[in-house]
């Protein structure tokens, strides 16, 4: 059974940081991309960071230059470090992986205040 458990998430106040973990369990292709979303209330889904089988990374207009997304093979866990945190980076963060992001954790709250 495939498991993506988040932590991380709490309250910071704005110009702050914090480090988001995904730990994935249960999957057993070696080659798979690991992303962050995240959702406000009253907004859409919206896509944060992605890390590629290939190593590649891509983020989101919002976040870039400040999130980093990263992985440790070993313990299969994907990080998100978000630092100068905003007021409208709060939002309920979820992770996803897979070879076409089809499981996703439960998500993690972070509020910026």
């Known amino acids: 059974q495939v498991q993506l458990v988040e932590s991380g998430g709490g309250s910071v106040q704005t110009g702050g940081s914090l480090t988001l973990s995904c730990a994935l369990s249960?999957?057993?292709?070696?080659?798979?991309?690991m992303g962050w979303f995240r959702q406000a209330p009253g907004r859409g889904r919206e896509g944060v960071a992605m890390?590629?089988?290939?190593?590649?990374?891509s983020y989101g207009d919002s976040v870039r230059g400040r999130f980093t997304i990263s992985r440790d093979n070993a313990k299969n866990t994907v990080y998100l470090q978000m630092n100068s945190l905003k007021s409208e980076d709060t939002a309920l963060y979820y992770c996803?992986?897979?070879?076409?992001?089809?499981?996703w954790g439960q998500g993690t709250q972070v509020t910026v205040s």
């Open positions: 890390l590629e089988g290939d190593g590649s990374t």
């Open positions: 996803a992986a897979g070879s076409d992001l089809g499981y």
């Open positions: 249960g999957y057993t292709s070696k080659t798979y991309c």
